[in-house]
């Protein structure tokens, strides 16, 4: 399904209309910047835990790693916690968008609910006051200040329901972002069942907090260093290495241009893995309604960067 631009405006969530009270509750969320406890102990346990990792090294722990940091990742954040549940890029049986779901909190990155919520408000107030991560705060704060001083995606009941109105009549949904934490902790223990001390260090703690890391790139990075394609009323850019660490999150432009794309990456050479995901999907019959952005915004938006290349 292509989707122009004018079409993809009349067809945003309903958490941009009659924003303004929302966007108010999200500012007052942003400057109560007091330290939030729970989360910061938690990062220094899982950063010590990742630095402890480095030297219980072994082949199968890697391996492990690289399987739950792709299945977190690439199926859960990127296909499922983005692009599935937040944008609604495409369809899937539901049974599908919970496995993604729970595929998406081994990242330990929060309910799915509640990281919707989180995005959701950065595109309706990107790079403006409202935005829980925008670089204009300073580049620490997108990263991980506002994780730990900011929102940390703990948002009023009132904001849940106005801009997660799907999910939270969802009982299983509702189930899983109460129960966020138990995926990883059951994974943890076969880990180490399994694979012992080095799988359960690396497995979790190493691959846990640098994938935190490669997530927050994307606040970060993307809206401060990379190219950009498509005239957009934000900081948003194209940043390759981040797509890369992203599983193709990084083509942040295309995104902000075209939010309900389910394809960020373009062209050829833009890596985009959790593209190829839903395109896997589709081939088994499992993705239906793939919304792509029309040829013609594409060819014209390379027209007009050429035409700025030649007059530069």
Not at 82 to 88: D, E, G, S
Not at 201 to 227: D, E, K, P, Q
Request: glycine fraction near 8%; hydrophobic fraction near 45%.
């Amino acid at each position: 399904m292509l989707l122009g631009k004018a079409r993809i405006q009349q067809m945003r969530p309903d958490y941009q209309a009659k924003g303004f009270r929302m966007a108010k509750l999200a500012l007052i969320e942003n400057e109560d910047r007091k330290v939030n406890w729970n989360t910061t102990i938690f990062m220094i346990i899982f950063h010590t835990g990742a630095l402890a990792a480095l030297f219980m090294f072994s082949w199968h722990a890697l391996v492990a790693t690289l399987i739950l940091w792709w299945i977190a990742g690439s199926l859960g954040i990127g296909m499922g916690f983005h692009r599935l549940l937040t944008h609604r890029g495409y369809k899937t049986p539901k049974w599908v968008e919970y496995f993604l779901t729970i595929c998406g909190l081994l990242a330990l990155e929060g309910g799915a609910i509640n990281w919707v919520v989180t995005h959701r408000i950065h595109h309706a107030h990107t790079d403006a006051p409202g935005d829980p991560h925008t670089p204009r705060e300073g580049k620490w704060w997108a990263h991980m200040g506002w994780i730990l001083r900011g929102t940390a995606q703990q948002h009023p009941d009132e904001v849940m329901e106005r801009y997660a109105p799907d999910l939270m009549k969802d009982p299983i949904h509702l189930w899983l972002n109460r129960l966020y934490f138990v995926p990883l902790i059951i994974c943890g223990i076969v880990l180490l069942w399994l694979g012992g001390w080095s799988a359960l260090m690396w497995g979790t703690f190493l691959r846990v907090t640098l994938a935190l890391h490669f997530t927050w790139l994307v606040n970060s990075a993307t809206h401060l260093w990379g190219s950009r394609r498509f005239e957009t009323n934000d900081d948003s850019t194209n940043n390759w290495w981040v797509a890369l660490l992203s599983w193709g999150e990084g083509w942040h432009n295309n995104h902000h241009a075209h939010p309900r794309a389910a394809r960020h990456g373009l062209t050829w050479y833009e890596i985009d893995v959790n593209w190829w995901g839903i395109r896997t999907l589709q081939f088994f019959g499992l993705a239906r309604s793939i919304k792509q952005i029309g040829k013609q915004h594409l060819i014209s938006a390379n027209a007009a960067n050429q035409e700025l290349k030649q007059a530069a």
